[in-house]
RNA sequence: GCUCCUGUGGUGUAGUCCGGCUAAGCAUACUGCCCUCUCAAGGCAGUGAUCCCGGGUUCAAAUCCCGGCGGGAGCACCA
């Protein structure tokens, strides 16, 4: 055997075998003779010098005469998706995806919400929509609803949908329990002194506070206390090292109005209080957030162990963003402020609906997510692979047009035709249209450039022409009406019934930090009758340009090459 | 500054937990060819990684151990 994986290995790399992978792949195949590999190898090395001495035709030949069943290739076998989950159960894990609703989704949203929604698939479990939505300073009702059609549009399906603020009983009773327990007391010191505490690692007096006392404040946050006056700690570890744990707010005094519950509530959990409460009653058994959350599964844990709670797995992945192209609120809202985009909804933007105008496609950003992988590492995807995805998803199912930029006026003088039928797709059938021509076209300035008088080239779909006279009113003459492979083939727009739009094309919004002025190039085109035709939202590929989505009757934004 | 996380081709990842059956797989990008009435899609091929560095353990290290270095994040009454 050791023979025949020496011949095989030897045939591999040019008639030269090793130590080393013959070891490795003896052990491999016939792993009991691990523990008496010290025996085996000398037995490998002679082998080795054996094989290496023979040419590679006779090791081939006996090779194919003797070991012949090596030479079947067995298939390695690849993990698809995302890896395993630590103690998930068939049937039983729930995930949960809890956004803030205080701004429009984002390809960040796309990320986690994808994420959560394969592993609840993937173990036939379910996913829970849960609003986290304990700030009423930020949240407001329009941006539940921007989620859900940011979920519903990226066909992330949940099993629940729930809002974090409607427990606000329960919360309100885990926090009595830390205080009567004394894990939890309130403390009226002032920001800036609980700050720099915290930093220093000095208890302040409230951390001495007694029950009573501390249940007197407790009430009186209900009331007496303006916002800022008193918040509730938890009895952490001042001298922690993990500063999160030095005694963090567990629920403080906000008397913005709340969305859904308006004035209803005053005292409001933080997220790290919040969202332990939630996921254990949720029942959720794998929870999973963005890397800079890292520092806080301590506190997580240490909370529902203190409130004697069920502790769902926490893990945490790496923050999804495309370079140049920030997700962050405190970026992108002075922009849509200051007009420098459009809305949020601007297809430079990677908000869900800024992509969705763009023209990339659902099932492209989650073939993009799970190509991602489940990793912590900090990375800049590039936005091409996305591109990529979403190229092979819409190519079959655009519609292919002629576009002219920089039109410059060609006439054909011998032209006879009035009309033809074009096809609307190469490979797949999308039907036929019909173009009224009369001999007088639009062709692209770029292409228009390029030619000479004499030249021969194909104006593709109708015919070849010969080039009789340049400048801006070119003229021509057919020469054939068959195809020729060699000569260029340019598009063109008859100029009977020519339709003028806009073309929006994107640009990375930031380079290094600095606003990109020229993100947005705006550039005037003309295009086909059939244009008006199509649907808005419809993909088309404008042959020789690239991927657009038609946007309105008289702009289309530029997708991709 | 302190603490935590992270480090595989240009880029994103698989493999790392449980060292060997992979002289590192896939995707993307790039290049070339084929196909094609598009510079698209599709097919084929190619370029490209001393698996951050240095030690150690071992017959064997991307994988385990120790020590460096680089990058990121957190240090809020925001999530």
Redesign the pocket.
């Known amino acids: 055997m050791i023979r025949g994986i020496a011949l095989l ?1 030897a045939s ?2 040019d008639g ?3 130590n ?2 013959i ?3 003896v ?3 016939k792993p009991e003779l ?1 523990s008496r ?1 010290k025996d085996v ?1 000398p037995l490998i090395s002679q082998t080795v010098i054996d094989v290496n001495k023979l040419s590679v035709e006779i090791q081939r030949k006996e090779l194919e005469s003797k070991y012949a069943e090596l030479l079947i290739v067995k298939p ?1 076998q ?2 698809i998706g995302l ?1 395993p989950l630590e103690g998930a159960e068939q049937g039983k894990v729930i995930t949960r995806f ?1 956004p ?1 609703p205080n701004g429009y989704p984002h390809i960040g949203h796309a990320k986690a919400s994808i994420i959560d929604e394969e592993y609840a698939k993937m173990y036939g479990g379910k996913l829970i929509l849960r609003f ?1 939505d ?2 009423p300073e ?1 949240e407001r009702l329009e941006y539940y609803a921007a989620i859900k059609v940011g979920l519903d549009w990226l066909g992330v399906k949940y099993d629940l949908i729930k809002n974090t603020s409607d427990d606000m009983e329960v919360i309100y009773k885990k926090a009595k329990e830390l205080i009567d327990a004394g894990h939890a007391y309130v403390c009226t010191c ?2 800036e002194t ?2 720099k505490n ?2 220093e690692m000095i208890q302040c007096k409230c951390r001495a506070g007694n029950l009573e006392q501390n249940n007197i404040r407790w009430n009186k946050m209900f009331d007496k206390f303006k ?3 008193a ?1 509730v700690r938890f009895r952490g570890d001042m001298s922690s ?4 744990m030095r005694d963090p ?1 567990l629920l ?3 008397d913005e109005s709340h969305p859904i519950h308006k004035n209803k509530y005053r005292v ?1 959990p ?2 790290d209080f919040a969202v332990s409460i939630e996921d254990s009653i949720d029942g959720i058994t794998h929870a999973f957030r963005t ?6 599964t301590e506190l997580y844990y240490t909370l529902l162990d203190k409130m004697g709670m069920r502790k769902p797995k926490m893990l945490e992945f ?1 923050r999804l963003e495309f370079e140049g192209m920030p997700v962050s609120k405190r970026v992108l809202k002075p922009l849509v402020e200051e007009g420098k985009v459009s809305g949020f909804d601007d297809p430079r933007l990677p908000t869900l609906e800024g992509l969705r105008r763009r023209g990339i496609v659902p099932e492209a950003i989650r073939k993009f997510v799970m ?12 936005f ?2 996305l ?2 995805f979403n ?2 998803i819409i ?2 199912e655009s519609i ?1 047009l002629f576009i002219v930029f920089d039109p410059v006026k060609l006439t054909v003088t011998n032209n006879n035709l009035t009309e033809i039928e074009v096809s609307n797709h ?2 797949n059938n999308m039907g036929k249209r019909q173009i009224k021509i009369d001999g007088n076209f639009y062709i692209s300035g770029s ?1 228009a450039k390029t030619l000479k008088i004499g030249d021969e080239i ?1 104006l ?3 015919y070849n022409i010969r080039i009789t006279k340049t400048g801006p009113e070119m003229e021509g003459e057919i020469t054939d009406t068959n ?1 020729k492979p060699d000569i260029p ?2 598009q063109w727009v008859s100029r009977k019934n020519p339709v003028n739009i806009e073309v929006l094309i994107s640009d990375v919004l930031f380079i290094n930090d600095q606003f990109n002025e020229n993100s947005l190039e705006v550039k005037q085109a003309i295009t086909e009758q059939h244009y008006l035709e199509l649907n808005v939202g419809a993909e088309i ?1 404008f ?2 340009f690239g991927y657009c989505r038609k946007d309105s009757a008289n702009q289309a934004i530029y997708t991709h ?1």
């Open positions: 290995n591999e790399h030269k075998t090793r080393d992978s070891i490795s792949k052990i491999g195949t691990r590999i190898i390695k690849e993990r890896p809890p803030e986290d304990t700030n930020k002032d920001k609980i700050s915290r930093r916002p800022g006056e918040i090292e993990n500063t999160v707010t403080r005094i906000i409001w933080n997220y890397k800079e959350y890292e520092l806080r790496s190509s991602l992988g489940f990793t912590k590492s900090d990375t800049m995807p590039p091409e692979t591109e990529s190229r092979k190519d079959p292919r190469p490979q292409d194909r593709l779909e109708l195809y083939k340019i590929q042959v020789r090459k």
